[in-house]
């Protein structure tokens, strides 16, 4: 299992995503409870632009560890990704709670925020996203998921 999750972590970082994701597929494959190997292919799938199936995995991966920060912040973006900005805050606001100090999480509640036109409150989230993790690569690779 560890193998598969790996070697497709590796492909992902080398933008191999079709790879990455039969990878993935045979991690979960293995180990049906494995919510490691079904985030990982749901951040496949985002990757590639398939953000509803990319949702089920995340969901998956969630109802398998209630407490997989990473999951909820993927289903996050991948909602902003389609729009739906009320359902990615819901998942950045669990991230946050799991989470206090997810830089990441705030910043991608912040760009819903934006979306739903409600810029005062996402000049906050960005605010505490720069205060907890001012590193630069952190917004300029915001949007990507993990």
Do not use: W
């Amino acid at each position: 299992l560890i193998f598969y999750i790996n070697r497709g972590q590796e492909k992902n970082n080398l933008r191999d995503f079709i790879g990455a994701k039969a990878d993935f597929y045979k991690a979960a494959k293995l180990d049906t409870q494995s919510g490691d190997a079904y985030n990982s292919l749901g951040s496949t799938k985002a990757n590639l632009g398939d953000y509803k199936d990319a949702i089920n995995d995340f969901d998956r991966a969630i109802e398998l560890n209630h407490k997989n920060v990473l999951a909820y912040y993927n289903r996050g973006i991948a909602k902003s990704n389609l729009g739906d900005y009320k359902g990615a805050i819901n998942d950045f606001n669990e991230a946050i709670k799991l989470d206090p100090e997810y830089a990441k999480a705030y910043y991608g509640r912040g760009l819903a925020k934006a979306g739903l036109k409600d810029p005062a409150h996402a000049e906050e989230d960005y605010k505490m996203a720069f205060a907890l993790d001012y590193r630069e690569e952190l917004y300029n690779d915001a949007n990507n998921i993990k």
